[in-house]
């Protein structure tokens, strides 16, 4: 029996068998109430850790995933701070309410949610970084997408993205073009995002935006509004990251119109549909946007988003939906406004022949070699090289060739880089790409005329968009137009749509290649089909035999910005054209006139360099020498010393080089050709 204890006194009267008194109720463990908070708000959390931030699962995580996390403050007056950053929530939690709050313990309280902040805000910047530089290292390593068995599932092409042990990755990248975090998409269809990266805010971009910025949550939904389209779309990678994503595009985007291009959720929660109510929500938060969703015909196979309705019914359908919340409009400027701009400067890719920014059409008869031709140029473009007598502008080249095998294609290489004395090391930049024997068309048309990008140049435009090429070469009209080659708009619908609109938007010059028809070769215009085809490219070349010599010509029969009727007479050599120059050169070896042209290149380099270089063998300046060390340096030494005196003794025999002697210290220097000489390094 218990002792009464004496401080109860006379009670124990009262209780005569005794009692035990009662215990002291002591407040909860902070850290309890926080776990259970924690645990209320759906974070996969066991056991409270104080001071570093910690992450953990989540309801919605799949295994392995940890979005939420906590940071827990136990001194003083415990604080916790804790969110999902999937789902893109933070809240505070105190152990006191405010009410009871005494004003020292509210300073501390927010002392210690700022410092809490703090340290969230530092080890997710860290953190983010980290993943970040990871990222960018993986995606530049690996190979650039082409085909995928997820991309071929959902129709679309690859559009910026690379490819690593088969699985397909999707950079995310922030307003200034910095990859901050990567999709992973496995060929079953699984995704996965690098942890630690940084998804708020960031997007995939397909496209240039131009007026319309297209939001949508999933890549392959992307795709097809871009591919349907034209429009720039970005994709957030799910409905959470929609508004931030429009914000962020907002702010650099100011004048855009963007339109969010939700999911249709009602077959996952047919009383909230997250999907339209994430798009409804974001274009209410971003100033001037919209909102739509997918309108299906036929749902039976419950579908959610225009990825979808591009596989039922079509991108035409895509597009048809998209421009009811785009509907076209039509700008005019008054020229008054031109007054203070600078008059833009006509860009070449090849001056007179081939301008920037515009479709060239490259006719030829079957044989006669304007594959050959345009193989030629492109190695004179990707190796810094000159063309038939002229410079064209450097840089990477797209060669698309239907008609070609790989095969031919290299011994057709190897032949040019032969002939012009080039190494395969310098043709870096020449991305060539053979399609015989595969679906080539780039549009298609319906029975109104009405014409359709095709997949295939959904590939070739995410393609330039990786490569950025200064020209794309589309070998031939006959694979790749899918009308009526006499019907003119169609004819005009693809080289302005499939054509030009790349050269427009990537700052390239197209060259396409096409057979003349029966008329065009007798009547010498070397044309085809409608006139839509001569009046839709800017200029029109045209590659023919001449019938009364051994030689072929080079004509520009059309140009909008150069005059028509200039003619390259050029001969066919050792596996390579060459521009056919009357007298003695026109049967000098072709290595020799390589040769010569490459040290013209270089003595109006060096004269460009204000460096001159002299004839006299016994000078420190010798033109040969002073050349090979240049060859040199630039890992182009192909000819020696010898090689490159002779040109110079052929060139000073033909008096076509001038000779300009110091009055002062008798020295002579190379100025420069009394006229361009052939460049036979194309």
């Known amino acids: 029996m218990a002792e009464t204890p004496p401080q109860f006194g006379n009670l124990g009267r009262l209780f005569p068998g005794g009692f035990a008194p009662l215990r002291e109720v002591l407040p909860e463990d902070p850290s309890a109430v926080f776990l259970r908070t924690l645990q209320a708000d759906g974070l996969l959390v066991e056991s409270i850790a104080g001071g570093d931030l910690v992450r953990v699962g989540t309801k919605e995580d799949r295994r392995g995933q940890k979005s939420g996390w906590y940071i827990y403050h136990a001194d003083g007056l415990p604080v916790g701070i804790y969110g999902d950053w999937r789902a893109g929530w933070e809240r505070v939690w105190c152990g006191k309410t405010r009410s009871d709050l005494k004003p020292a313990e509210y300073a501390a309280q927010q002392a210690a949610i700022a410092h809490a902040q703090a340290v969230r805000a530092q080890t997710l910047k860290k953190r983010h970084d980290q993943t970040a530089a990871r990222a960018t290292k993986l995606f530049e390593g690996a190979d650039l997408a082409t085909v995928h068995p997820y991309l071929t599932t959902k129709g679309v092409a690859a559009h910026g993205l690379r490819i690593r042990h088969g699985v397909l990755l999707i950079p995310l990248c922030n307003s200034r073009g910095e990859i901050r975090t990567l999709q992973r998409i496995t060929p079953d269809g699984g995704k996965r995002y690098l942890a630690g990266g940084e ?229 870096a930049e020449f991305h060539v790409a053979s399609r015989v024997g595969r679906d080539n068309l780039l549009m298609t048309f319906d029975g109104h005329d009405a014409g359709t990008l095709t997949p295939f140049w959904h590939e070739i435009d ?67 089909g409608s006139t839509a085809w001569s009046n839709s490219v800017r200029s029109r070349l045209y590659l023919a035999k001449d019938q009364s010599s051994d030689r072929t010509i080079l004509t520009r029969k059309k140009s909008n910005y150069a005059a028509a009727g200039e003619e390259i007479p050029i001969l066919y050599a050792e596996g390579a054209f060459l521009p056919y120059t009357p007298g003695d050169l026109s049967t000098m070896p072709l290595t020799e006139r390589a040769i010569e042209a490459d040290f013209i290149d270089l003595l109006n380099d060096l004269n460009a360099r204000h460096t001159r270089v002299s004839d006299s063998q016994f000078g420190r300046r010798w033109a040969p020498a002073v050349m090979h060390k240049v060859l040199g340096q630039r890992g182009q030494k192909r000819w020696t010393i010898e090689q490159l005196d002779g040109a110079m003794e052929r060139l000073l025999q033909r008096k076509e080089l001038r000779i300009e002697i110091d009055p002062r210290k008798g020295t002579r220097w190379i100025i420069t050709a009394l006229r361009e000489v052939p460049h036979e390094d194309a």
């Open 462 to 528: 995410a393609l330039v968009a990786q490569l950025h090429p200064v020209l794309v070469i589309v070998d031939t009209a006959a694979d790749t137009f899918g009308g009526n080659e006499n019907i003119r708009p169609q004819v005009r619908q693809f080289v302005q749509q499939a054509l030009t609109a790349l050269a427009q938007r990537y700052e390239c010059a197209v060259l396409l290649c096409a057979h003349p028809s029966a008329a065009g070769l007798q009547n010498g215009q070397g044309t085809g």
């Open 199 to 427: 998804k708020h805010g960031n997007f995939h971009l397909i496209g240039a935006p131009r007026g319309v910025i297209l939001i949508c949550e999933g890549y392959a939904t992307g795709a097809s509004l871009h591919e349907a389209t034209g429009h720039a779309v970005a994709v957030a990678s799910d409905k959470t990251n929609l508004a931030p994503v429009g914000s962020a595009l907002r702010a650099l985007y100011p004048a855009a119109r963007i339109v969010f291009c939700g999911d249709d959720d009602r077959w996952k929660d047919a009383t909230q549909n997250p999907g339209a109510r994430a798009a409804e929500s974001a274009a209410h938060g971003v100033s001037g946007a919209t909102w739509i969703l997918p309108q299906f015909r036929d749902d039976a196979t419950h579908p959610t988003d225009f990825n979808d309705l591009a596989q039922l019914e079509g991108l035409g359908i895509v597009r048809a939906q998209v421009e009811t919340a785009v509907p076209a409009t039509l700008d005019a400027a008054p020229a008054s406004l031109w007054a203070d701009q600078p008059v833009p400067v006509r860009q070449w890719l090849l001056e007179d022949w081939i301008p920037m920014r515009q479709t060239t059409a490259l006719y030829g008869d079957g044989g006669v070699g304007k594959t050959l031709l345009a193989q030629q140029l492109a190695t004179a473009v990707a190796s810094h090289r000159g063309f038939l007598g002229l410079k064209p502008q450097a840089g990477a080249v797209l060669g698309i060739f239907c008609e070609d095998d790989v095969d031919t294609l290299h011994m057709r290489q190897d032949g040019i880089n032969r002939a012009l004395g080039i190494g395969y090391r310098e043709l």
